[in-house]
C-alpha cells in the first residue's frame, strides 16, 4: 500500500539554524512529491513539487527539497530558519501514473517549533 | 481574492443533526476535493469531483454525500452527525485531475459535533 512517513512529530529549532524535515513513502514506482505547509488556522500551502528531472528542487519561502531515489525518500531543508517558519509541515505524493487519478496521501505531518 | 473559498469556518453542532459545508473555486479548475483532518493532524481525501463527476470515492460513511452543482462548486452534506465526525474538513481544486496538477487548498471548516 502506498504510504508517507514523516518520523519527526515535532521539530524545535532556533531562529538563523538549518533545518531538515524528513519524508520517506513507500510506492510502486517513483510517485509525485509534494511538501506543504500549513500555518495556525489556516489552509495548506504548496511548498514545492517534484515530478522528474533535476532531484534537487527549489519552492517558495526559501525551502528546498532533494529526491533520493535510492532512499526512497524526499527531504525538506532551509538554510536559515525565520519564526514565521514555525508552522506544521506535510509531505505528500500522488501516483503517477495514468488513470491513477490525483489522489494526494500525506504523511502525518511533522510540526515546527522557532525559538528566538 | 480567495482562490479557494470555504463556508462556514467553524461550525458547531449537535450529534444527529445534518450539516452542509460549501465549497467555491475561482481559479477555473476542473476539479475538486474534499479532505478530512482529523485531531491528530492526519489528512485523508475523501471525494473528488472532475467535471462534476465523481471520480474518487474513498471508504466514507453514505452519511457524507458530495454534491457538484457546477464545476466552481463542491458541497459536503453530512447526515446525522456523530461525534467522530469532528474534523478540519478542507476543499481543494486543481486544474486536471492528474497527478501532476497541483492542488489548492481552502482554510478549512472546522466541524465540533457535541
Known amino acids: 500500500a502506498q504510504s508517507v512517513t514523516q518520523p519527526d512529530i515535532h521539530i524545535t529549532v532556533s531562529e538563523g539554524a538549518s533545518l531538515e524535515l524528513r519524508c520517506n513513502y513507500s510506492?510502486?514506482?517513483?510517485?509525485?512529491l509534494f511538501w506543504y505547509v500549513q500555518s495556525p488556522g489556516q489552509g495548506l500551502q504548496l511548498l514545492l513539487k517534484y515530478f522528474s528531472g533535476d532531484t534537487l528542487v527549489q519552492g517558495i519561502k526559501g525551502f528546498e527539497a532533494e529526491f533520493k531515489r535510492s532512499q526512497s525518500s524526499f527531504n525538506l531543508r532551509k538554510p536559515s530558519v525565520h519564526w514565521s517558519d514555525a508552522a506544521e509541515y506535510f509531505c505528500?505524493?500522488?501516483?503517477?501514473?495514468?488513470?491513477?487519478?490525483?489522489?494526494?496521501?500525506f504523511g502525518a505531518g511533522t510540526r515546527l517549533a522557532v525559538h528566538p | 481574492d480567495t482562490a479557494v473559498s470555504q463556508t462556514p469556518k467553524y461550525l458547531v453542532t449537535q450529534m444527529g443533526n445534518d450539516k452542509s459545508i460549501k465549497c467555491e473555486q475561482n481559479?477555473?479548475?476542473?476539479?475538486m476535493y474534499w479532505y478530512k483532518q482529523d485531531s491528530k493532524k492526519f489528512l485523508k481525501i475523501m471525494f473528488s469531483?472532475?467535471?462534476?463527476?465523481?471520480?474518487i470515492n474513498e471508504t466514507v460513511p453514505n452519511r457524507f454525500s458530495p454534491k457538484s452543482p457546477d464545476k466552481a462548486h463542491l458541497n459536503l452534506h453530512i447526515n446525522s452527525l456523530e461525534l467522530g465526525d469532528s474534523a478540519v474538513y478542507f476543499c481543494a481544486s486543481s486544474q486536471g485531475d492528474r497527478g501532476t496538477d497541483t492542488q489548492y487548498f481552502g482554510p478549512g471548516t472546522r466541524l465540533t459535533v457535541l
Open positions: 510506492y510502486g514506482a517513483t510517485p509525485y
Open positions: 505528500a505524493v500522488a501516483p503517477m501514473f495514468s488513470g491513477g487519478y490525483n489522489k494526494l496521501i
Open positions: 481559479l477555473g479548475h476542473d476539479t
Open positions: 469531483y472532475n467535471n462534476k463527476e465523481l471520480i
